[in-house]
Structure formats: C-alpha cells, structure tokens
C-alpha cells in the first residue's frame, strides 16, 4: 500500500498481482462535467456525462488521463487461454463480459452521431473525448482480428461472470475467448463490425487519415465474410444466446453493413449488394417496432434513403415514425414504450432516428419534437418520479444502478452480492452519465440496484442518446 498525491487529491493505492487500484480518500463524487447555463434541460452537461460513462466501461490498461478514479486496470490476461492479446474494449454492462456484437453496434452509433450532429459536439468541445470513446472500442476489434477471417467476438462466459459480484480490478472468474471463422462464422458480429468500422473511419478520416484507411481495410474484410461465410453468430458462441441472441436473422445486418462501406467508400458495388440483400431477404415487406442491436432496419429505412433517394425507403421510413407517435404504447407519463428489456434504450434510438429524419427534411418540426420530448422524458421532464433516467443528471436520479464496479465500497472492504444486494444505500461510486433502463409501462420505477429490470446500464443504451444530445445542442 502506498499514497500518491494528485494535484488536490489523495489516493490510496493497492498493488496487487493483477492491476495498481487507486482510490480517491474523498471519495470521487464530485460530477466531472459542469453545469451549463443551458435550461431548461442542460442537454450540454448531459452530454459531457454520457460520454464520462464510457470511461467508467473500460477493460484494460487504463490511459494516464482516465478520469474515473475509482477504475483501475483490469481484464489484463484477457486472450491468455488463446494466446491472443485480447485485453481493452469495454465492459458491456453491469458486468465485466466483453460482447462483441453489442459493442459494434454502440461503436456504429456513437460514429453516426458524430457524423450527423457534430456541431453539438465541438460546442461543448467534446469531439476528441468522442472520438477516443469510438477508438478504444476500434483498437481492441483490431486485436480481435486474427487472421483473414477470424475474428474473437467474446471474453468472458456470461454465466460464470453472473455468478459472483466483485470490482473488475480483483475479478479472478475464468474468462475464456470465443470467436467465429469459417467453419463457425457468426454474420451478425462480422457485418456489424464491418459497419462499425466503416462508420468509425469516416469520423477519423479528418483528423487521422492513416487509422481511418486501416479501420476501412478491415471493414471490408469483415463484410465480405459476412457475407461469404454465413451462419447465426450466437449459434457460433452458444453463451452470447442467453444475453445477445439473435432473433430477427441477419438480412438487416448484411444490408446495413453494405450501406455503410457504401457509404465509406463511395463503391456503388457495396450499394448494389446492399440492394441485393433487401430482396435476397425480402426486406420489402419487413415492418420493424424496434431500432437496437438486433434489430437494425429503422436505421436501414434511414440510410438507404439518404444513399440512395428511393421513395420506397422514405415510405418504409415514415410508416416506422408513425407507428412510433400513433400506434406505440407509452407511459402514463408520455415515454415511448417499446419494450420492457431498456425501455429507456428503445426510446433514445427511437428518437435518434426521428431527429436524423428532421434534419433531412421529413416532418421537421414534428419530427423534431417528438424527438425532444422523449429525451426530455429521460433527462427528467416527467410528472410522476420528476427524475432523469441518467445517474447524476439533475437533482433526482437513479442513485443504485446494477453495476458491479461503482456498487463496490473503497478496499479493503469485501465486494459481494451479500454486500450489494443487502446495502440500501446508494452506490458507492457514482456513475455519471449511464442511462438506467428507467419506468415499466404503467410508469412503475424503483431505484434498486437488485432490479435489472429497471437499474441495468449497458454500453448500447448510451450510444444514440449521447447523439440525440448533441442534436438538441444543435436544435437549442
């Protein structure tokens, strides 16, 4: 045990085999990012602290300028059982397993956010923090690519990594890789990550040319095996079946994927395959309620339509944005409700989409506000808990998320589920910024860190809501 002194803090650190853990004497509650005189809402702050979440979800070693002092290195043997260094990316959730197929996903989004609403962004001067958040998922899919067409899509078995409640920084559960190839290949991962990365290279394509080219290169490597080696991912890794199934196939991932290396690259192949896959699946007569990491066709009506113009696009379009406002079922309180697993996650996508269609010209005032007034649901404007859905945002918030790491009390004290699950308090640590799955249908909420239901946090839960921030900045 030692003690380093920081400018005004004071920590204590522990050295152990497996990372240099330092925690701040104080405490670290004190919000990272200040309040703005924006109001009502203070979507600028919000913002801030949505991207501060990201820091709190890394595995790894730890950059010097890590701002969540409460996080430590962590995952570092992470690929050892394969000879492979698999260590970095991010933590998905409450729990320390790194999901590949979600964290493509929230890689894409977080990149389409910035694509479309940078001006938000460099308002609260938070492009390099945004762009760092996409990269420390982009380096670690490197890693994960091994060979032509292999690629390690999970570390860490779900079940295993349930079974115990400790701090990432001391976790000793076995955490084996599982990856998709050509004799077990996984679409889903593949064409997802193929998307990531091509979405990630045209935010990096000012500002690091070199990293943009190579993300691009590998993007088309995962899409043509995608592509030419198809299989159900989570066939391939059976684990990822009990927490990231799939259920809606991977037709919409094909397309999605092809959209945005067409996008990307500005081939017109890509957009021909694109179109190859919508009638190969028979997308034509899809009709989707949902836009998350499983269900991509919201977002395929959308950026088919901005690629390429069709009419037909914008009607499949339009007909998801009213569903969205005349035929969904919503609170008592007026937040969309879509489905009970995150309803707040399935609201922030689904205002994502219907402020990207305003800035085009669909609808846009109505578009506009109905995005706004679900994102004002979450940040707090709601008559019944009168309390954002985001820890720390406001002056009443979730205060018990289910997350392991800010749930667990300073060492030397024991980390457990019998101390988490008996402790009524709040977190110790507060975790600024994560989006909790927030209110059932009827508008029923509890702040219990034992209720998942309403309490999880997940990487994909603030990825289009950090860009549905950033456009209201732009709006305001």
Known sequence: STVMVTGALVKTCLLGALALLCIDAAHADINPCNATDMTPIDYQQALCMSLFFYEAQRSGYLPANNHVSWRGDSGVDDGSDVDHDLVGGYYDAGNYVKFGFPMAFTVTMLSWGLLEF?????????????????????????????????LWGQVGNGIVDNSSWDRPETMTMQRPAYKIDERTPGTELAAETAAALAAASLVYMKTDNVYATRMMDLAKVMYDFADNYRGRYDLSIPDAQYWYPSTSGYGDELVWAGLWLYRATEDASYLTRARGHWDEFNLQSSETHLFYWDDKMAGVYALFWLLDGSQDYLDHLNTYLDYLKNTALYTPEGLVFLDGSGTSRHAANAAFISLLAAKYGVDTSLNNQWGQDQMDQLLGANSRHQMSFVVGFGDNYPQRPHHRSSSCPDPPEVCDYGWAYSQPGPNPHTLYGALVSGPALLGEYEDDRTNNKYNDVACDFNAAFTGCLSALIELS
């Not at 609260?124 to 292999?150: G, M, N, P, R």
């Open 118 to 150: 940078p001006d938000g962004y460099s308002q609260v001067d938070k492009t390099q923090i945004a762009l760092d958040t996409i990269k420390w998922a982009t380096d670690y899919f490197f890693k994960c690519h091994t060979s032509s067409y292999e």
